[in-house]
DNA sequence: TTGTAAGCGTTATCAT
DNA sequence: ATGATAACGCTTACAA
């Protein structure tokens, strides 16, 4: 096998940069020649130096793509699609999961910067901001959560859409007094915006949210398991508890981190349904009604953001919002590659993309 | 920021081949210049050129890493710990998904061929054997499944001892007569051992054997929900059928195509447990028994290979075997790397790893 | 249309 | 211990 351009150019009695024309712009190269060349390339497997090419050219064509968890059905599903357009718009992903540990993101983006990649997706988490920094005048594009540095574009879910149907819906169902369940509000921008919309809910429903301060699924899991045990556990002795006119503000706020700790319920109705921010917290919740040896869905409402696929494996159905995540992978790496090819010069922008309800979704025709 | 050695060099007054030394042979150049150059550096978060390097010392230091579905979480588990120990180790991973798709196959293998990998694992398919050829010289090892070539080394379970696990367990909860579904067995090995390994099974049990012909996650589902509906169909209406005395022996063999295919049963039993040889056709097992209005594990047993962590969202227990993928992951990666920087030199070999069982790990505490 | 030659940033060899 | 220099394989003016 040739090893180089130069090997070629002397098998051939042409010059290597008309081997080199042959391969990059086939157009500036005679048809014969060209032929000649491609030929005997296609014959003998010859691949171009990748590093060398890179070096002469000054540019990598790579794109970075950092994700939270890979691990994730639904990111790796994104990631997929977003290391597929790529492909296709001709460079090369780069796919990097942080698990939602701060070092393995600083390590990711050194990685990135040591590759010196052409344009980042990431879906960043609040610590993210100040290591974008570091990629000076390459263009990046958030998905699924955001910076808010509101130096990128952003490409996400209408948390405010998403939370007013799940109440709207559970509320049509005959919820009164809903328990919302987020996880870490300080680290991971979507629940924070999904909490900032429930306070902004139109619905008249009074509802009581909790944070577990879990980042990655499994604390999310074990977090909204433990939550759910002390919350259904609080709700036997419930009793009415005044507290005003104003049923639709947030009446309690806890950040709970120990099982013995009974979650705080307040309202002038007993808990009846359950939402949880997340499919980790639903898959939580659902472990909890288990331990309770309550009947989801029959005894108390769940809804959840995300639509996991595991739904259709469930014995009952399970009312959730499908997460437009695929589609905003799609939108963010081709954005991001316009950027880089300089086809797209607007200001940066957020898109933020609306989910569907998804009621009947279950394995039971 | 310095854009390269020769900037450094020349801001610092040295030589570039010195800048070069206290970066990549500390020890080649005294403290007090190398800490000058070091700190500079870390000032100024310069970082050298991957391609020069590349080019320069003919190695590109990357490893492809070959998976056949990203979306599977234990593959993306046995991804994400490979990442990990290839970067600690000093090399670059390239992750790619083949979807189980020949074209994406193909197209994996020749982007790690123009990237000048020094080394690749991957969970091949049959058709992949091929494909590996063009690797020339560089160390191929393969994770999970087989091409039965004998020039690499795998690691993998050991389906052998599995399905004597899945069918020994099965006996002892009293099932007589096994339904247990496969994939596509001329695609994918590890179907294809473990139908071996049945079929060399040392249990005193009937069993027929049911094959889909798919290949990815969507069509094993909704293969194994159709073929579940009318295995049950067809049970409903059993008869004894005088077979001979041997029951140890496969009985019957099918492709279904569609439901309206009758599942044929041979045997002196009626069905009483299903066997999945992968979590897919578990998930579509619990659904045809959905469909059917029949509890999984009261009327019917149903055990599956792979231990899928939605087991632990099902309202009731579900009997499995752990897959040993991302240990087997972890010496696929050290193995490749090994042989890479010529550690290991000894034949090919074949590890295989053992499940282990898993009764208990169900929601319910 | 094709050839010539310079240079991308690094490292390895040799000389000092 | 450090410096000078050539070479890695490719692209791209520019020249022919």
Redesign the pocket.
Known sequence: MP????DIARKL??????V??A???PD???A???QKILNYIKETGYH??IS??N????QSKTIGIVVNDLCDSLIAQAANIMQDIAFKRGYFPVLLSTDESRTKERESIERLLVLNVCGVVIIPSSTTASLLDHFNHIPVVELDRSTSTCKNDEFRMDDTAAMQMATSYLKEQGCKHLSVIFGNIDRISSFKSRHLALLNCSQELEYNSYFIKGVNAQDLIDGARKLTNTIIESNKNFSVEEIGSDLNKEVAQLLLESSDNPAKITGQNPIDGFIAANHSIAAGIVQGFYDQGLEVNKDLKVFTFDNPDWISILPYKMPSLTHPLVKAADLAINRLIDRIEHKYSDNVEARLLRPQLCVDKSSQA
């Open positions: 090893e180089s351009l130069i009695n042409v010059a290597p940069s008309t080199s024309r391969i990059s712009a500036k190269v005679a014969k020649t060209r171009p130096n060398a090419r070096l002469r050219k000054q």
